[in-house]
């Protein structure tokens, strides 16, 4: 099965976890399974990566944590997503829709012999 460099996808983390906060408040671990499981296992995030871009969003505003207690007594930080978080999910929903359509022009489609002609 192929798999998405985290180069190419890296921009978009930020994107992929604000779609998951918008249903409602989340943590680390819930939301690492939900893009593994919406992506069809074709990109798995890195808990690195994840915990630095919450680090990340909430410092820009974008999410906010909380703590609560689990079925079994444990603490748990949870984050969700703020109104600026709305609104900068919005601008990289329209940055992607660019992206693809300018990255779309340069993409061969079917068999590539490697001819320029």
């Known amino acids: 099965m192929n798999s998405i460099s985290s180069d190419v996808i890296r921009g978009?983390?930020?994107t992929m976890i604000l779609y998951l906060l918008l249903e409602g408040p989340s943590y680390g671990y819930e939301i690492s399974k939900q893009?593994?499981?919406l992506s069809q296992e074709k990109y798995l995030i890195k808990e690195t990566t994840l915990y630095s871009a919450f680090t990340r969003m909430e410092k820009n505003g974008y999410i906010e944590s909380f703590n609560d207690n689990t079925e079994n007594g444990r603490r748990r930080t949870y984050y969700r997503i703020?109104?600026?978080g709305r609104a900068y999910y919005l601008e990289k929903?329209?940055?992607w829709a660019l992206t693809k359509?300018?990255?779309e022009r340069f993409i061969k489609e079917g068999n590539y012999s490697g001819d320029n002609q």
Do not use: G, L, M
Request: glycine fraction near 0%; aromatic fraction near 6%; charged fraction near 35%.
């Open 93 to 95: 929903c329209a940055e």
């Open 101 to 103: 359509e300018v990255v």
């Open 35 to 37: 893009i593994k499981s």
């Open 82 to 84: 703020t109104e600026p």
């Open 12 to 14: 978009y983390n930020d």
